[in-house]
Nanobody
Framework: QVQLVESGGGLVQAGGSLRLSCAASGRTFGSYAMGWFRQAPGKEREFITG????????YYADSVKGRFTISRDNAKNTVYLQMNSLKPEDTAVYYC????????????????WGQGTQVTVSS
């Protein structure tokens, strides 16, 4: 069982930066692949980035590639999402998620979810 808690969201101007954190409980955190999703009002939940258990393999959606960076610190049971050059279209609720095996683009394949943190980017 893994419990995930996101933090770090907020209001930022376009071009600014935020770093989201996702703290996990449970001693098996280091064995899970992690993903970050986001969901804007009226839109489907979107997979934006994922990493394998060690952080050696990552994926970025085109919408965030070159601006966002995922990283993890297994000693601290935490995964991070550094978001730079933020745009108004990045406004959404951001969720971290964990699953056994490799990261997946499909939210239905994740076993554990955080409660989400709101990111609002003003123009």
């Amino acid at each position: 069982q893994v419990q995930l808690v996101e933090s770090g969201g907020g209001l930022v101007q376009a071009g600014g930066s935020l770093r989201l954190s996702c703290a996990a409980s449970g001693r098996t955190f280091g064995s899970y692949a992690m993903g970050w999703f986001r969901q804007a009002p009226g839109k489907e939940r979107e997979f934006i980035t994922g990493t394998n258990w060690s952080g050696s393999a990552t994926y970025y959606a085109d919408s965030v590639k070159g601006r966002f960076t995922i990283s993890r610190d297994n000693a601290k049971n935490t995964v991070y999402l550094q978001m730079n050059s933020l745009k108004p279209e990045d406004t959404a609720v951001y969720y971290c998620a964990a699953r056994d095996g490799y990261y997946s683009h499909y939210h239905s394949q994740y076993n554990y979810w955080g409660q989400g943190t709101q990111v609002t980017v003003s123009s």
